[in-house]
Structures are given as C-alpha cells and as structure tokens.
C-alpha cells in the first residue's frame, strides 16, 4: 500500500499531531512523508528521523505562508502523478482545509477527525465520533486515493531516531494561489491546546465570587470582566503548576473574559488531554463535544446537577474560588514547586 502522510508545520515547526499521523500511518506500512514550505529542508530531515522512508519535498517562497490553493494544487499535482492510496493529515485547521480541497481535485472522499483506525482488505475503516461525540461511527472512503485527517493525540507519536536518513525528492510546486498574504501578528497564548495534556478551563462561573469588590470606576460588565479575570488567575495558576493549557467554555468567550484561543468546544477547540479540569462549567453540550475524549475529567462546581459531572470521573461540589488554590497549592508541594 502507498502511504502518503502531510506534515502540517509553521514556519518550519511541525505540530505535534503530524508526527502523530505519521506513527499511525507506519502502523500500517512504509510511509512518504509530503513537506511543502519555504526553508524546509530540516523538516524533512526530521521527518525522515520520525520513520518516513521517502519525504516529497515542495520547496519554494510561494509556500511560505499556508495559502490553501497552492498546497492543494501541489498534492493533488503530486498524488495524480503518484497514485497513493492512502493520505493521513493531521486534523488541523491547515489540514482540514487542504484535506477538502484535495479531495474535490482528486475526486475522492474525506474520513473526517478520525479517532481509531483499521484495514479491510485494501480499505480504511475509520472510526470518528459523531453527534458531537455522543456516539461513534465506522465508516470507509470507497474511492482512492483514501484521504483520512486524523484527531490530535488519538495516535501514538514515533520514537525519533536521530541521524535516521531516507529519500528526500524535490519536487514542483503548483502556484495558482490568486491572493496575497500582506502581514499577519502572532499572539502569545501559552501551550497550545490541541497538544496540551493537561487542560484546566474555567466558564461563567469563575465571575461569581462575592468576596471581590472591583474598582469603584467601573460600571456593571467591565466590573464583572474584572471579577471574571481574577477568577482566571486562578485557572492560569493551576494549569501553570500542572504544566498545562488555560481553556474556556463559549459563555466565558462570549462575555470577554478571554480571547477565543482559548475556547473549548463544539465551535471552538476539540481537545483529547490526559487530564482536564473544568472550574465553573456547567457543561453545555456544545462544550462536551469538545473535552468529552478527554481521558480524566474533573469538575468542580457549586450547583451538584450541573451537566458536567455526567461526563466527570470525579465531580467536586463547591466554591471553586477555595477549591482552585487548595489544588493548586497542593499540587505545588507534591510536584516540589
């Protein structure tokens, strides 16, 4: 079976969830690697270390930013000369959209964050949540080539073997982008979430502690941001002690208590940690859709019917604005911080 897996990177960085896909697509067989960019001959050294026997690298300055069109002219180019019958992407926001644009050249199917895998024969059977996350489904692309985005931290990443060498090919790059990137800012938001395995996230709830008197000053919503964020000082302590990421349910974004990076969620980002604890959540199900794979799930909240403890392995029922320092302080003395 050819086995083709895409790198997703920045600027020469490769997300966690790449290497992943690249161990899951190992799992099945010899894989080649695909690294398009600018300046990406490391990465493809890297990928080669990770286990890929073959890396097709795209190499030139129109590929330095992510313009879908580029990229997905370049596969498409790539895999109708190729043939491959499989392609494994990491389900990134990147992926996602080469992924589609792909498929439409190539006119084939896409098996969407895709959680587990196995083969029939000479197909995929790909198993994916559905109805955000309340069941499961396996289902099959029936046309090649097999294009399938798999979910970050579903599959075990590859042991890097250093001074690992494989058969790095230069290839053409398809430019048809009809857009032009001028700038963009980069804005700091900790780990990020997709890769963080451990996630302590806060809601409406972190607003709610009577003992805070804001400022004179302000009026009735920024006095109640200002409360919200000292709550979320107490989220940040917590997940900077566990070495982990801030989250945040949609309520909580809404009402600006913190930037949209950091929701959590059915719109915003679905999340798989090891741990992830919910502080002043109640549980919605578009937030469940997006923390429900989360290996241990702790909440903690004064209202004891609150939705979220259905999905919690353990529930605490109380003043999150107690119970948040007392994790925090506790975790401090047993980690030695």
Not at 77 to 99: K, M, V, Y
Request: proline content about 4%.
């Amino acid at each position: 079976m050819n086995i083709w897996v895409y790198i997703d990177h920045f600027k020469g960085q490769a997300l966690p969830a790449s290497w992943e896909a690249l161990g899951a697509g190992l799992a099945l067989g010899k894989v080649t690697a695909l690294v398009f960019g600018a300046e990406v001959e490391q990465l493809a050294k890297q990928a080669c270390e990770f286990g890929a026997e073959e890396v097709l690298q795209a190499e030139d300055k129109a590929l330095g930013d992510f313009r879908a069109e580029d990229f997905a002219s370049t596969l498409s180019a790539l895999a109708s000369q190729h043939n491959p019958d499989l392609i494994f992407l990491p389900t990134t926001t990147r992926g996602r959209e080469l992924a589609a644009m792909s498929a439409i050249d190539l006119d084939t199917g896409v098996l969407v964050d895709v959680i587990a895998i196995e083969m029939e024969g000479d197909r995929v059977v790909a198993t994916r949540p559905i109805y955000a996350g309340k069941l499961l489904e396996k289902t099959l692309c029936a046309a090649n080539p097999q294009i399938v985005t798999l979910r970050g931290r579903a599959f075990p990443k590859p042991v890097l073997q250093s001074g690992r060498t494989g058969t790095i090919t230069k290839v053409e790059t398809l430019s048809r982008a009809a857009t032009t990137i001028e700038g963009y800012s980069e804005t700091e938001s900790g780990i990020n979430l997709s890769d963080a395995t451990v996630i302590v996230s806060g809601g409406r709830g972190v607003s709610n502690n009577p003992n805070l008197i804001p400022p004179n000053d302000l009026g009735d919503e920024e006095a109640e941001i200002w409360r919200a964020q000292q709550g979320f000082n107490l989220v940040g302590e917590l997940a900077a002690t566990l070495g982990g990421a801030v989250g945040a349910s949609r309520a909580a974004v809404d009402a600006n208590y913190v930037p949209y990076a950091h929701q959590v969620g059915q719109t915003g980002k679905v999340v798989s940690p090891d741990l992830y604890i919910a502080a002043g959540i109640s549980g919605a199900i578009q937030h469940l859709a997006g923390m429900r794979n989360s290996k241990l799930i702790v909440a903690i909240n004064k209202d004891p019917d609150a939705p979220i403890f259905n999905a919690a392995r353990y529930g605490v029922v109380g003043d999150l604005f107690q119970i948040l320092p007392a994790l925090t302080e506790t975790f401090k003395k047993k980690l030695g911080k």
